[in-house]
């Protein structure tokens, strides 16, 4: 229990709470990191998603494709891009980018894909067009797992986000690479803690994002399924 | 820009190459070994006991939001610098996949089924292990899949703090900022994921020879979505 009181008593610290590596600078970092490549990966995995959710073209390949990114390992994604292009920030984002294309993109063809037919044919018998079936049929019907796939997403990357560190940037890994060069294992304790609270907060954030943003109507037909 | 290629590395380190791959191979399997011994008796127990569920999914879905490098490191104190740092979070991880893949297919056994079972006099039990457990298999083999890939995935995460498997490869090219080990390495861990996914429905279609006779009435659902991916 001694290195849990170290570690309490390392958070206690002042020195720990101010200047360019005290924890409020570290997390803006962490969390500076993770939403931007969230952001981009977003981008790119939504509107490819609902493309094919709705058109039903190259679902195979999504599909296949995003089980076979599952298989590539992000330390050596991030260990080539920093062999080829150096350190900095792109280099970094790149692998926590294709770390969360897979789950956003293979939840939003899946929330597309299985929207009731029925519903479907009603939408076009109404006479809307495609792109209105889309947007106010097969979105919010499919909102609960998109919003799951973002919060895979998230979680993934708020978590990995950490190995940023070790090829010399900053965020809350720095914690865990420094305490573990130093010897010092209080601090990668601190570190540790320190992300665990991250990507829980992570998912708390995206749960209640869900209860805000999901019709109340496809809300319950969740429940009761 | 470091774009060094060197077929003679890869020739001069078959030997560390093996010794690698045997390591990342079983620090990867076995958590899922262990996941799966767990998952099943405790998926049974919440389909059984319908209350438990709920309480059951949040803690795994509490688990599986853990970061594993945070994980690793709180474990050092305990395990060491030994594969059971690498192990125990692992099996955390794959048992919090597995175990909603074992309700989801116990629950898919259709009601005629069952009702068939019980008609013919199969027990508790027996309907358990004859007919409900294998109607579930290609439920569950989905979510042994996800897990078995995450984890040979995840196993290199442990070598950033010293516990060797193909990530020590990343780990040399870094510090060396050499690219050969990092490809080598990338492509062994892609080739074990998908040799470990291949064996799995191999595995699948040995044990579901009914889904395979053309006359079967509709598939089980996998329902990808379902699965943390």
Known sequence: ?225 | MTWDWRWSWVTSHYDLLGELLGQHLYLSVVPVLLGLLIALPLGILCVQVPRLYAPVLALTSFFYALPSLALFVVLIDYTGFTGWTVIVPLTIYTLSVLVRNVVDGLRSVPEHVSQAATAMGFGGLRRLLQVDLPVAIPVVVAGLRVATVSNISLVSVGSLIGISGLGQLFVDGIQRSFITPIIVGIVLTVILAVLADAILVGLQWLLTPWTRTGRSAKPVSTDPAGVAV
């Open chain 1, 1 to 225: 229990m001694n290195i849990v009181s170290r570690a309490i008593n390392w958070f206690g610290e002042a020195s720990q709470w101010s200047g360019s590596d005290g924890i409020p600078a570290r997390v803006g970092e962490h969390l500076y990191y993770s939403g931007l490549s969230l952001l981009i990966a977003a981008l790119i995995a939504l509107p490819l998603g609902l493309y094919v959710g709705h058109t039903g073209r190259g679902a195979f390949l999504a599909v296949n494709s995003a089980g076979a990114a599952r298989a590539l390992p992000t330390v050596g994604l991030v260990g080539l891009t920093v062999v080829v292009f150096g350190i900095g920030l792109t280099p970094t984002l790149l692998p926590l980018v294709a770390l969360a294309i897979p789950p956003i993109l293979v939840n939003t063809y899946a929330g597309v894909r299985q929207v009731d037919a029925q519903l479907r044919d009603a939408a076009n018998g109404m006479g809307m067009t495609g792109s209105q079936v889309l947007f106010q049929v097969e979105l919010p019907v499919a909102l609960p797992l998109i919003v799951l796939g973002l919060r895979t997403a998230a979680v993934q990357i708020v978590s990995t986000a950490t190995i940023a560190a070790y090829v010399g940037l900053g965020g809350l890994g720095r914690y865990i690479f420094d305490g573990l060069a130093r010897r010092e294992y209080e601090v990668m304790i601190g570190g540790a803690v320190l992300s665990v609270l991250l990507a829980l907060g992570t998912e708390a954030l995206f749960v209640g994002i869900q209860r805000l943003i999901v019709s109340p109507g496809v809300r319950q037909r969740a429940l009761v399924k």
